[in-house]
C-alpha cells in the first residue's frame, strides 16, 4: 500500500530560495518523544495536539523476531488502517535498539534492517534512520576504521549490507545514517569528518544523512556538519542542547536557532524535520513544531 503524497498535509517550513525548489520542508514528531508510551499510545496523543506526521520509532517490545524467524509486530494491521484513512502519516521510521538476545546474531541484525525497511515502504515512508551499530559487526570494528586511513573494509560490516544498500534502492528509500556519540570521551560518528568518510567509502545511493542538532552540539560541529555535508542531509533530528548532555524542547537550551534555521532552510536535499524530544509537556512539544515553522 502506498500513500500518495499530497494525503499529508502538517505542519511545514519553508525552504530558502537559494535552493531553486518550491516545495516546503515537512516537520513531523518522533514517536520516541513520548517514551515510555506504548507507539499506538504516542500517535493517539500526537493527534491529539493536532500532529499527524510522525517518524516512527519501532520499540523493541513491538517489533521482534520469532523463533520461527518471522517479523513479529502486532500493532502493524493498526498501523496500516490509520495510514490509509489518512490519520496518519508516517514520514520516516527509525530502525530499533537491538535487543541483548538477538545483538550477538548477525542474521537477525540483518533482518531487523530488512523489516525496518519493509514497514517503512508499507507505511508509506521515505526514510529509515539507522545507527552504525546498524551497520558494523561490532563497536570495536568502527572504532578501528575511524582509526585507521585505510578504505573501509567489508569483514567490518554485516555480512550481505550490500544486498540490502539495494533492496532499500529499489524501493525509493534512504537510509539516513545519524551522527551517534556512545561515550563522552569518544566521539564516534558525531563529528562530520566521520560521517562523511564513511559515506565516501560506502559510495552507495541508498545513504544518506540525519543530522541530530543536539548531538552535533555536544560535539561542538554543528556548523561544520551542515557546511561539509549539506547535500548528504536528508533528515534532521531537531531539539535544543541544555549542557552537558540534556535533550529539551527548541528554544530552551543554547543552540542559536536564529543563526541555524536559514542554514537549514539552504539544504538543497533535506526531505523532513522531525522534532525527538525526551517526553516534554505537550505545549513544549507542539511550542518547538511552532517555532520551527513560524
Known sequence: MQRRRGECAGRQIARSHETNMKSSIPIAASTGTLFPLSTL??????????????????QQTEFSLTFERRLSMPILPELTALVQSSELCVRSVHAPNISGDRCYNLWSRLQFLVHSIKVCRLLGGRLVVIHPF?????????LDYLAGERALSPAALLPRINDVFDRAH???IKLALENIQDWQDEVFFNAPENISRFLRDVNHPALGFTLDLMHAEVSGFQDEFVRSLSTDI?????SDLLPPTERVPIGKGVIDWDHLVPKIQALPNLRQITVELRNPQPEELIRSIELLSE
Open 41 to 58: 499510545e504516542s500517535i493517539q496523543q500526537l493527534k491529539a495536539l493536532g500532529v499527524q506526521d510522525v517518524e516512527l520509532t519501532l
Open 134 to 142: 546498524h551497520l558494523f559487526r561490532v563497536h570495536e570494528n568502527a
Open 170 to 172: 529499489s524501493m525509493g
Open 234 to 238: 536528508v533528515n534532521i533530528h531537531a
